[in-house]
């Protein structure tokens, strides 16, 4: 079903370009870091969750003519979504491999040059476009220097992390990274994808990419549990945080047990002071894609009536992943008011400095 557009134009929320190669890096690295690279034959790091040719990592008409790396042409970008969805603002979440990798001090060096990288070959060329900060979650002072360097260009508009790291995303280690983000008014994005270093199920490895694709969900629910009961919204009440293309369906569900349960448990966790499900309407969002939700309208709306706010989800294409087509990216049967906030309205409420000017 075709998108009916507000106006003013959307907000797409995530979007990915994607570094078409390392040596597109080298340029933007320090120079030993280069040097580095180069003799030790670093393996390319594209990715953190899609296989370059599963149909998934890229929708048919929106994949390049010959064969580069989907989403790694500007032009591409401007063809397939930014002209056809009469976008005003696109978000670009680089899913690098930064977190995969061993080395602190190479992680961060790769982080850096993502981001010098995004800088000038992509916000300097479109002046539709922001992105997030990629940092390196292998060491939280690191991450810090680095959102402290590119927080003071006001195209960067978010720091990106994995859902599935090391450690859960709630731990103290990673504090440092959410008081930098709030002392900037940048919310967290926690994108689907992993650091590779723990097996991506609770169960183990899985064999096939479907089985890693739906666990995702699972990594978000143990994420938003993990900063909930850990105590991050607490610490950090000025923070939001934004799930990346973690589907929709399982919120209501899962909001409903943890609360459940914390009834029960709120003895050891005293710094949560109010029903977890209140604290997660307020200072969480999601992308509306993938949508995982049924295609009768009537569903659509009890579904969203469950989440119990018309604040929580943000519009989003996706590009160039493959989960719907045409323009048809919003849930079946919104009524114009409520498409307007997902594409317009909550965009602007989470991220400030979408309203900021930008010389």
């Known amino acids: 079903m075709a998108m009916q557009f507000p106006s003013a134009g959307p907000i797409d929320c995530d979007i990915h370009p994607a570094v078409p190669s390392l040596s597109a890096l080298l340029p933007y690295l320090d120079g030993h870091w280069r040097e580095s690279v180069m003799q030790r034959g670093l393996d390319e790091l594209r990715t953190l969750a899609y296989p370059p040719g599963a ?35 696109a978000i670009a979440n680089c899913l690098y491999g930064v977190p995969m990798l061993f080395s602190e001090d190479l992680a961060a060096a790769m982080a850096c040059a ?18 997030s900060i990629v940092v390196a979650p292998q060491n939280a002072e690191y991450a810090v220097d680095e959102i402290d360097r590119c927080a003071a260009d006001p195209r960067f508009v978010q720091v990106l992390l994995p859902v599935s790291d090391e450690l859960p995303a709630g731990r103290r280690a990673h504090w440092p990274i959410y008081a930098a983000a709030a002392r900037h008014g940048l919310p967290v994005g926690f994108h689907a994808g992993t650091s590779a270093k723990h097996p991506s199920t609770s169960v183990g490895w899985p064999s096939f990419v479907v089985e890693e694709y739906v666990g995702q969900a699972q990594a978000f629910q143990s994420t938003l549990t993990s900063l909930v009961c850990e105590g991050v ?30 009834r029960g ?12 499900a209140d604290i997660v309407r307020d200072q969480v969002r999601l992308t509306a894609q993938p949508f995982d939700g049924p295609a009768d309208p009537a569903q659509v709306s009890r579904l ?45 409420a989470t991220y400030p400095r979408l309203t900021e000017t930008v010389a």
Do not use: C
């Not at 390049?64 to 397939?80: I, M, V």
């Not at 993502?114 to 992105?131: I, K, Q, Y």
């Open 55 to 89: 149909p998934l990592s890229a929708r048919p008409d929106w994949r390049p003519a010959g064969t580069g790396q989907p989403g790694s042409a500007l032009d591409d970008l401007r063809t397939h979504v930014l002209d056809p969805f009469g976008t005003d603002i």
């Open 114 to 131: 993502v981001n010098r990288w995004m800088a000038a070959e992509w916000l300097d060329r479109e002046p539709r476009l922001r992105a």
């Open 265 to 276: 448990l709120r003895m050891e966790v005293p710094w949560v002071d109010r029903p977890p």
């Open 304 to 348: 969203l009536d469950q989440l119990g706010s018309d604040d929580m989800l943000l519009f989003a294409t996706d590009y160039p992943h493959w989960h719907f087509d045409g323009t048809g990216a919003l849930p079946p049967g919104l009524s114009p008011a409520l498409a307007r906030k997902l594409m317009l309205d909550n965009p602007r």
């Open 233 to 262: 919204f607490a610490k950090f009440p000025t923070l939001r945080v934004v799930l990346l293309e973690s589907g929709v369906t399982w919120l209501p569900a899962h909001l409903w047990r943890l609360t459940k349960f914390w």
